[in-house]
């Protein structure tokens, strides 16, 4: 009979640390490196300002994103948006 592999040469213990070592890598990423973009989807003709810039939401008064609102909202972020 051969013999029996334990430790780093089970079939377990590499693709499990693999996994770790990717979490590890991701967490320690600054947050904004996962997930940098923000997409606003303008849904009014109208032309109003964005109600509070740098929120991360497009919403004049009444709550719809106008083109002007979604490009001050995008200024204010800074970064990518589409």
Excluded: K
């Amino acid at each position: 009979m051969g013999r029996r592999t334990t430790g780093w040469r089970s079939g377990v213990a590499w693709p499990v640390t693999v996994a770790l070592l990717a979490a590890v890598l991701v967490w320690s990423l600054p947050s904004g490196s996962v997930a940098s973009s923000l997409t606003f989807v303008v849904d009014s003709l109208d032309d109003g300002a964005d109600v509070e810039p740098g929120d991360g939401i497009c919403a004049t008064e009444i709550g719809m994103c106008t083109l002007r609102a979604a490009v001050e909202e995008a200024n204010a972020l800074g970064g990518s948006h589409e």
